[in-house]
């Protein structure tokens, strides 16, 4: 008695993880490029670079992406703008004090970008970004700006509700961002070299350090 052919397991569940793959490819791509332009940088990263480390054909990749320039776009909105979004989230749903507002906002911060590879576009910005003035004009758009009002919004937060003095709230902003900048290109530079000897060991207990400075400077009862 003959019997009907059935597919096999594999044969069957074929199609579904083809599917899969399929919808992990983009993500797997900006992962290969986020690490190969801090690795080598923009200009000497080739889209072949990127397909080989993704273990796709170029084309694959010019599917997703249409240049390498968007491909870099894509990298700094997944990793930079996105986190951003996500932490104006935070502050616009916290309920309790600025400081600890401040404190969490520094901690998610560094969570999901310092100590990921993607502290390594700042690096990557500043080197090359006086050799692609589009770029410089999308990163500010994307970063600097609602990054700012990210900031600037957190701060007058604490001044409305009498927990921080009143101060030029741009430059308080940029007193608070710029040192845990420093932290990730110090990172992504002499901190990678292992004869260096690294300015912050620990990185969370120099942010803690660092927020307790600003918030001790911002205190109300501080204010002459």
């Given amino acids: 008695m003959s019997s009907q052919p059935h597919p096999t397991p594999a044969a069957g569940e074929a199609e579904p ?21 801090v690795e080598k940088g923009f200009a000497a990263t080739k889209i072949d670079d990127v397909a080989a480390r993704a273990g796709v054909s170029k084309g694959t990749v010019y599917l997703y992406f249409p240049s390498k320039e ?11 703008s996105l986190t951003i979004a996500r932490v104006d989230d ?28 993607a502290s390594g576009i700042f690096k990557l910005i500043i080197t090359e970004v006086r050799n692609f003035p589009d770029l410089a004009k999308f990163y500010a758009e994307e970063v600097i700006e609602p990054g700012e009002r990210l900031l600037v919004r957190l701060l007058q937060r604490g ?19 710029f040192p845990m900048l420093m932290l990730c290109l110090h990172k992504h530079s002499i901190g990678s070299c292992p004869s260096a000897e690294a300015i912050a060991h620990d990185p969370n207990a120099f942010i803690a350090n660092h927020i307790d400075l600003m918030l001790h400077g911002l205190s109300a009862r501080d204010a002459g």
């Fill in 159 to 177: 001044v409305d509700r009498g927990e921080f003095r009143a101060t030029h709230l741009i430059d308080t902003a940029h007193s608070l961002i």
């Fill in 17 to 37: 993880s083809r599917r899969r793959r399929k919808e992990a490819r983009p993500q797997e791509l900006l992962d290969a490029a986020l690490d190969l332009f």
């Fill in 90 to 117: 935070l502050v616009a749903q916290f309920e309790g004090s600025t400081a600890d507002l401040m404190r969490l906002v520094a901690k998610a911060w560094w969570e999901r970008v310092g100590e990921t590879q």
């Fill in 70 to 80: 968007e491909l870099l776009k894509a990298v700094i909105r997944h990793n930079l």
